[in-house]
T-cell receptor, first 116, second 110 residues
Framework: ETGVTQTPRHLVMGMTNKKSLKCEQH?????MYWYKQSAKKPLELMFV???????ENNSVPSRFSPECPNSSHLFLHLHTLQPEDSALYLC???????????????FGEGSWLTVV | QQQVKQSPQSLIVQKGGISIINCAYE??????FPWYQQFPGKGPALLIA?????SEKKEGRFTISFNKSAKQFSLHIMDSQPGDSATYFC?????????FGSGTQLTVLP
């Protein structure tokens, strides 16, 4: 248990569906992240939020829409996805934005998304 | 320049053997090099990390060796155990952002 909880753990959706992934952290952290993990590829940073404000969007298509209502919750809204978007979506948090010695990123267990 | 190249893609080691995973980078501005361990069905977890002013860091059976001039760093797992079977990711940080390697799937045979 890392203190970062993601739901649902598995999601199958059609290309015309709208669904959301939810992340909650119980660590008192100020920064939250969405990563995409595809088979045999490096983890890709998608979005970064610091104190509820989006600080980074790594050229993610608009069919992925993040929402951060407070420092403990992060959502990823999904709309008209493509089959190539099927992947493991990982939420993470850290005390402060970014990675430095002593500012560890803690990952959730991920949400497996399959787009059919 | 932001890439971190990791090898091998998969590794099979006998119990008690040494597992070695290598990573190489180009960007000399990277200032922090963590390794993450990911078990099936779990998210990655920080295993060990090193800063570029240190050539080696050891924590239990895990050692990072860092060669700044060659822009390479590696993870050594001594006395590898079946419980070490997982995917290992190297990473490098610049401007407070992590760049991950593509991962190495380690299998330790009993």
């Amino acid at each position: 248990e890392t203190g970062v909880t993601q739901t649902p753990r598995h999601l199958v959706m059609g290309m015309t569906n709208k669904k959301s992934l939810k992340c909650e952290q119980h660590l008192g952290h100020n920064a939250m992240y969405w990563y995409k993990q595809s088979a045999k590829k490096p983890l890709e940073l998608m979005f970064v939020y610091n104190f509820k404000e989006q600080t980074e969007n790594n050229s993610v298509p608009s069919r992925f829409s993040p929402e951060c209502p407070n420092s403990s919750h992060l959502f990823l809204h999904l709309h008209t996805l493509q089959p190539e978007d099927s992947a493991l979506y990982l939420c993470a948090s850290s005390r402060d934005r970014g990675v430095l010695s002593g500012n560890t990123i803690y990952f959730g267990e991920g949400s497996w998304l399959t787009v059919v | 320049q932001q890439q971190v190249k990791q090898s091998p893609q998969s590794l099979i080691v006998q119990k008690g053997g040494i597992s070695i995973i290598n990573c190489a980078y180009e960007n000399t501005a990277f200032d922090y090099f963590p390794w993450y361990q990911q078990f099936p069905g779990k998210g990655p977890a920080l295993l060990i990390a090193i800063r570029p002013d240190v050539s080696e860091k050891k924590e239990g059976r895990f050692t990072i060796s860092f060669n700044k001039s060659a822009k390479q760093f590696s993870l050594h797992i001594m006395d590898s155990q079946p419980g070490d079977s997982a995917t290992y990711f190297c990473a490098a940080s610049y401007a407070r952002q992590l760049t991950f390697g593509s991962g190495t799937q380690l299998t330790v045979l009993p």
